[in-house]
């Protein structure tokens, strides 16, 4: 990944439960994101280094994620410990993920740009969040900033008033409803959102504004105009 931003979001926590993966991409960069049987969370590099075969496809055993190819497992530290082929084999340390730190803050799993990124660079812990959705569009992350500005939420007919968290992560407020959104940078035209909002917030009327909001964000400006 690149250096810029130091955390991205990468997933909603409640869509990555324990002992499962998925894959997410930041900046053209394909991670996986997975959580070991105690429930705490990694992101690594999507490609396990024996034959590039995406660890996303793979399975978890215990605190171990194993390759779905060959069933090469790696600990939690990314470090190769086990070849089924070879079961006697001392595996060498050189083999291992390249991993990425990762957190979880307000309901939303990040990933460092580095294994050590600075965790005093995320957002600010906030309780009493309710999850709404992730909102993946074919748009770029300026324009669903722009978008997110200039719609009104459930009830009102004014446009938010926003508060810039960090340079991917804002705030939508409207009378009694505040909607928190971490922007996930997939590439270029793919921009992924990751909503939630504060207790009490209207989820249902919140997840059609998202839904309705992607066909704006992937409503081409020409024909918008």
């Known amino acids: 990944m690149t250096s810029q931003p130091i955390w991205s979001p990468v997933a909603l926590s409640n869509m990555v439960e324990p002992s499962t993966s998925t894959g997410a991409v930041v900046n053209g960069a394909e991670l996986v994101v997975w959580r070991d049987s105690s429930g705490k969370a990694h992101v690594w590099e999507d490609r396990c280094p024996h034959r ?18 060959h069933g090469w497992q790696y600990d939690t530290a990314g470090q190769c410990s086990h070849i089924p082929a070879h079961p006697q084999l001392e595996v060498p340390q050189t083999i291992r993920m390249q991993t990425f730190a990762a957190a979880e803050r307000n309901g939303i799993i990040w990933a460092g740009a580095t294994a050590d990124a600075n965790a005093a660079l995320l957002p600010a812990e906030r309780t009493g969040l309710v999850t709404v959705r992730s909102l993946y569009a074919d748009c770029t992350s300026a324009k669903a900033l722009k978008v997110l500005a200039a719609t009104p939420l459930p009830g009102s007919a004014d446009a938010p008033t926003v508060e810039a968290i960090t340079e991917n992560y804002v705030s939508l407020t409207s009378g009694p409803i505040r909607l928190l959104v971490a922007i996930q940078i997939m590439g270029e035209e793919k921009t992924a959102l990751h909503m939630m909002a504060t207790e009490g917030a209207p989820v249902a009327a919140l997840a059609r504004y998202a839904q309705d909001l992607r066909l704006i964000l992937e409503t081409p400006v020409a024909e918008a105009a």
């Open 52 to 69: 590039g075969m995406r660890m996303s496809f793979g399975f978890v055993r215990g605190d171990h994620l194993a390759c779905l190819y």
